[in-house]
């Protein structure tokens, strides 16, 4: 398992945090090109975009040294929920009707939720200092569940302009 | 930071009934024709799309079933108010004259 083990290291990590941090970026940008046709896609992308640039921050943690006393995994709870709270929200405010895609994107986020709150569970409530198999899958899902997430904005809002403008032509 | 887990229970309900919500509470709100989802706003935006994208006897080609449908459902929406005006009419009241 070295490869997972080698995920797990902190600069590593890092370097995931910020290419996926730029991933949510390119998949806003994209999405707001195509807001006109897909307005839900784009509300959540800002949503998520929101989240992981601006509120989580992922470009701070890797130039600055983690604090010992913050709670990070309860934090990303929070931002994770209030991404999806934001997001159902913006849709009832703005009356968007909700894609599917939209949907399957605010399940990975609970995916990833659950995982910070086992995590959270085990070693923060329980004080548990050995690793176990919960540890080392941990950093993989959420990065890949994360990606599939960006990925799957940038797909969905590159066909749909594509497809406008071949229908254009 | 308990505060935490009710915001992750307030996600966990919307995430399982936002769609429930959407039809139910906003549902009705949807289906106006302001909103523009009625058949014939979808046909007129096509056929604005047709027309944009080519030009000539191919255009009218795709564009003839298309009007035909709005044409016919213009008509049944004259008729019904034809009729909701002679149902009016018939419900006036007789006026009655005093025969000498």
């Given at each position: 398992?070295?490869?997972?083990?080698?995920?797990?290291?902190?600069?590593?990590?890092?370097?995931?945090?910020?290419?996926?941090?730029?991933?949510?970026?390119?998949?806003?940008?994209?999405?707001?090109?195509?807001?006109?046709?897909?307005?839900?896609?784009?509300?959540?992308?800002?949503?998520?975009?929101?989240?992981?640039?601006?509120?989580?921050?992922?470009?701070?943690?890797?130039?600055?040294?983690?604090?010992?006393?913050?709670d990070?995994?309860?934090?990303?709870?929070?931002y994770?929920?209030?991404?999806?709270?934001?997001?159902?929200?913006?849709?009832?405010?703005?009356?968007?009707?909700?894609?599917?895609?939209?949907?399957?994107?605010?399940?990975?986020?609970?995916?990833?939720i659950?995982?910070?709150?086992a995590?959270?569970?085990?070693?923060?409530?329980?004080?548990?200092?050995?690793?176990?198999?919960?540890?080392?899958?941990?950093?993989?899902?959420?990065?890949?569940?994360?990606?599939?997430?960006?990925?799957?904005?940038?797909?969905?809002?590159?066909?749909?302009?594509?497809?406008?403008?071949?229908?254009?032509? | 930071?308990?505060?935490?887990?009710?915001?992750?229970?307030?996600?966990?309900?919307?995430?399982?009934?936002?769609?429930?919500?959407?039809?139910?509470?906003?549902?009705?709100?949807?289906?106006?024709?302001?909103?523009?989802?009625?058949?014939?706003?979808?046909?007129?935006v096509?056929?604005?799309?047709?027309?944009?994208?080519?030009?000539?006897?191919?255009?009218?080609?795709?564009?003839?079933?298309?009007?035909?449908?709005?044409?016919?459902?213009?008509?049944?929406?004259?008729?019904?108010?034809?009729?909701?005006?002679?149902?009016?009419?018939?419900?006036?009241?007789?006026?009655?004259?005093?025969?000498?």
């Amino acid at each position: 398992m070295y490869f997972l083990d080698a995920l797990s290291k902190p600069e590593i990590t890092a370097t995931i945090s910020v290419l996926i941090m730029l991933s949510f970026a390119l998949a806003f940008y994209f999405s707001y090109q195509n807001n006109k046709s897909n307005p839900s896609v784009f509300i959540i992308s800002a949503a998520l975009f929101i989240n992981f640039v601006i509120a989580n921050n992922a470009l701070y943690e890797f130039l600055a040294e983690r604090k010992p006393d913050v709670d990070y995994y309860l934090r990303w709870v929070q931002y994770d929920s209030l991404t999806i709270i934001g997001s159902v929200i913006a849709h009832y405010i703005f009356k968007v009707k909700h894609h599917k895609l939209t949907s399957i994107l605010m399940y990975l986020l609970l995916v990833n939720i659950c995982m910070y709150m086992a995590v959270h569970i085990d070693i923060i409530e329980h004080g548990n200092r050995e690793p176990w198999w919960l540890w080392t899958l941990y950093t993989p899902v959420i990065n890949s569940v994360e990606i599939v997430i960006a990925f799957l904005i940038i797909f969905k809002s590159r066909k749909e302009l594509a497809d406008k403008a071949q229908r254009v032509v | 930071m308990l505060f935490v887990y009710y915001f992750l229970a307030f996600a966990i309900v919307l995430i399982i009934f936002h769609k429930f919500i959407e039809d139910n509470v906003f549902g009705n709100e949807n289906n106006n024709e302001e909103s523009g989802n009625t058949h014939a706003h979808r046909l007129i935006v096509d056929i604005g799309d047709t027309l944009i994208n080519k030009e000539g006897i191919e255009q009218y080609k795709e564009l003839k079933p298309k009007l035909e449908q709005v044409k016919r459902y213009y008509l049944n929406n004259e008729n019904r108010q034809q009729v909701t005006k002679v149902e009016l009419e018939s419900n006036k009241p007789v006026e009655l004259k005093i025969v000498s």
